[in-house]
C-alpha cells in the first residue's frame, strides 16, 4: 500500500499546495481569502423543472467590490453572476435597467439591499426564450463580514461547503471539505477535490482515493449548520399606494408596491414592475384598506402587508426608484 508520502508525489498527477484540476478538467487556485461559499438545493417535488441550483457567495478581489455572487441553475441552463456594479447572465453584461439580454433571456427584477454587513438578494425573475419562467421569491440572506453565511427559507437540501474555507466562510487556515472533513494539509483537501482529468488519469487517480477515503473514514469533522441561526431583518417592504381626490373615489395601486425602510443603507436605481393607479368607488375598497381611506386628501402609503394584491388590471411598466445607493 502506498504510504502518504508516495501519495502526493506521483509524478502523473502532481498536487500543488493551492492548486486543484477538477474531474470536468476545470483548473483553478483557492486561497482562504477567495474561497466561494457554497449552498445548493432542489426545488420542490411538485416543480415542474426540478432543478439543481447552486448559489456561490464569495468576498471581492477588488477592494471597490464587496461580495460576488453567483446563481447556477442546472434545469435552465443559465448562470447569474453580480456585485454591486454590473450583472451578468451566462457571461454577458445585462443592462442595469434590465431592459435587454442576451439569448432572449430577461431579467423581469432584481433587488439587492443592505442592512449592515448583510445583504438581501430578493426575488429575480427570468423570462427564458420558451415564455417559461422561473422566479425567486424569497430572499437569500448573505452575511459578509468576518464571514460568510448564506440564509434562503425554501433550501430543502443542507448547504454544501465551500470548494475551500469551511460552511461558513470564515477565513481559517483549516479546510473543510467533502465529508465535512477538516484538512489540516492543503494537498490531502486538494486531493480530496481532485478527479480524472488530462492532468490526472484514473489508474492515478484511484490511488489518490485510497489515501483520501483513509482519511475520511475517521477525519475530525465540522458540526456547524448555518442554518440554525435565525436571522430575519428585513429592509424592503410592500405597501399600498392610495391616492384619495374626494368623499366617493379615491386611487389604488393595482398591486403592493416596493418600499425601502428608512433604517436601510441602500443600493441603486432598479426597474422593476409597477401598477398604475385605478380608481374605484370607495365602497369598493378591499376589506382593510377603508379605515386607511378615512380623511385623507394626499397621496399615502399604508402599513407593510404581506397580503396578496387584489387587482392586476391596467399594468404597466415604470421606473421606480428606491433603495438607490450603499
Known amino acids: 500500500m502506498l504510504n502518504r508520502d508516495q501519495i502526493f508525489t506521483d509524478a502523473k498527477c502532481i498536487l500543488q499546495r493551492n492548486s486543484v484540476t477538477t474531474f470536468d478538467g476545470v483548473h483553478f487556485i483557492y486561497e482562504p481569502s477567495t474561497c466561494w461559499t457554497l449552498a445548493s438545493h432542489s426545488r420542490a417535488r411538485w416543480y415542474r423543472f426540478k432543478d439543481k441550483s447552486v448559489i456561490l457567495i464569495r468576498a471581492s478581489k477588488e477592494p471597490s467590490k464587496s461580495l460576488e455572487f453567483k446563481y447556477l441553475s442546472f434545469a435552465l441552463g443559465f448562470e447569474i453572476e453580480f456585485s454591486n456594479e454590473e450583472l451578468k447572465v451566462n457571461g454577458t453584461v445585462v443592462d442595469r435597467l434590465f431592459e435587454d439580454s ?20 430578493y426575488s ?30 425554501n433550501v430543502e437540501e443542507p448547504p454544501g461547503n465551500g470548494i475551500c474555507g469551511n460552511n461558513d466562510g ?6 473543510i471539505g467533502p465529508k465535512h472533513c477538516i484538512y489540516n494539509d492543503a494537498q490531502m483537501f486538494a486531493a480530496s477535490w ?37 436571522m430575519n431583518e428585513r429592509c424592503l417592504v410592500f405597501q399600498w399606494k392610495i391616492s384619495t381626490f374626494n368623499e366617493t373615489n379615491y386611487c389604488i395601486s393595482a398591486k403592493p408596491l416596493p ?5 436601510c443603507q441602500t443600493n441603486k436605481y432598479k426597474r422593476v ?18 379605515a386607511l381611506i378615512e380623511n385623507k386628501n394626499k397621496t399615502f402609503v399604508s402599513a407593510p402587508i404581506t397580503a396578496e394584491p387584489y387587482f392586476y388590471e391596467h399594468s404597466y411598466e415604470d421606473v421606480a426608484t428606491f433603495c438607490k445607493r450603499f
Open 259 to 263: 418600499f425601502c425602510l428608512e433604517k
Open 273 to 290: 414592475k409597477v401598477s398604475d393607479l385605478q380608481v374605484l368607488a370607495k365602497a369598493n375598497a378591499p376589506e382593510g384598506l377603508i
Open 194 to 230: 481532485t478527479g480524472q482529468s488530462d492532468d490526472c488519469d484514473a489508474a492515478t487517480l484511484e490511488e489518490y482515493r485510497k489515501g483520501v477515503d483513509q482519511f475520511q473514514a475517521d477525519c475530525k469533522r465540522y458540526q456547524k449548520n448555518i442554518q440554525d441561526v435565525k
Open 102 to 121: 442576451p439569448d432572449l433571456r430577461a431579467i423581469e427584477e432584481g433587488i439587492i439591499y443592505k442592512i449592515g454587513h448583510r445583504y438581501h438578494i
Open 124 to 153: 429575480f425573475t427570468i423570462l427564458t426564450s420558451n415564455i417559461e419562467t422561473t422566479n425567486e421569491q424569497s430572499p437569500y440572506i448573505i452575511v459578509y463580514d468576518d464571514k460568510i453565511e448564506i440564509y434562503n427559507e
Open 170 to 175: 470564515r477565513m481559517i487556515p483549516e479546510f
